[in-house]
Antibody, heavy 122, light 107 residues
Framework: QVQLQQSGPGLVKPSQTLSLTCAIS??????????WNWIRQSPSRGLEWLGR?????????DYAISVRSRITINPDTSKNQFSLQLNSVTPEDTALYYC????????????WGQGTLVTVSS | DIQMTQSPSSLSASVGDRVTITCRTS??????LNWYQQRPGKAPELLIY???SLQSGVPSRFSGSGSGTDFTLTISSLQPEDFATYYC?????????FGPGTKVDIK
């Protein structure tokens, strides 16, 4: 059974960098049949896909246009996890952040991490 | 990005009722349409993938149908644990998008 465990701070100051980590158990970040995603949820924007990392003989990333200039998602094969960094945050980045696996066999997000509420405030 | 709409945005129903939620996409998505359930304080959970395939462990009272740009989630007989918010999501385009959600509460 695949499980995702998120960690990271819940409070970030404006203009600083939001950093979260998602630890994977029951699968590999290097899997050829999965992609590893970050999604956020807020009352104003609903559920918003932010980006993904995946391995297909080499590492690839895709990012949402809305955050492309500020986001980095990195795999860490030594710890079997992946991370999110979002730079230059503003209060509009306040949201519940989730990591999630997209299994290519079903092209759907399952499972999801437990979620991390990140508040951007001074 | 592919735009998603859902209707209704909320509904009130009783245990045992048949419930239907509709999702519409701004362009054809070749049946790459998924449904999720989110209970308060919890992460979304996958119910249905690629329009009509039931995720393992999900009760058979949930079903999905549709094609092109119009899709439906049906709960045949609403149970107390089904009161939640339901989201559709498309995987046709890499820039994945979600519907705004349909909240199902107790009448």
């Amino acid at each position: 059974q695949v499980q995702l465990q998120q960690s990271g701070p819940g409070l970030v100051k404006p203009s600083q960098t939001l950093s979260l980590t998602c630890a994977i158990s029951g699968d590999s970040v290097s899997s050829n049949s999965a992609t590893w995603n970050w999604i956020r949820q807020s009352p104003s924007r609903g559920l918003e896909w932010l980006g993904r990392t995946y391995y297909r003989s080499q590492w690839y990333n895709d990012y949402a246009i809305s955050v492309r200039s500020r986001i980095t998602i990195n795999p860490d094969t030594s710890k079997n996890q992946f991370s999110l960094q979002l730079n230059s945050v503003t209060p509009e980045d306040t949201a519940l952040y989730y990591c999630a696996r997209l299994f290519t066999g079903t092209t759907s997000f399952d499972p999801w991490g437990q979620g991390t509420l990140v508040t951007v405030s001074s | 990005d592919i735009q998603m709409t859902q209707s209704p945005s909320s509904l009130s129903a009783s245990v045992g009722d048949r419930v239907t939620i509709t999702c519409r996409t701004s362009q054809s998505i070749n049946n790459y349409l998924n449904w999720y359930q989110q209970r308060p304080g919890k992460a979304p959970e996958l119910l249905i993938y690629t329009t009509s395939s039931l995720q393992s462990g999900v009760p058979s009272r949930f079903s999905g149908s549709g094609s092109g740009t119009d899709f439906t989630l049906t709960i045949s007989s609403l149970q107390p644990e089904d009161f939640a918010t339901y989201y559709c999501q498309q995987s046709h385009s890499t820039s994945f998008t979600f519907g705004p959600g349909t909240k199902v509460d107790i009448k």
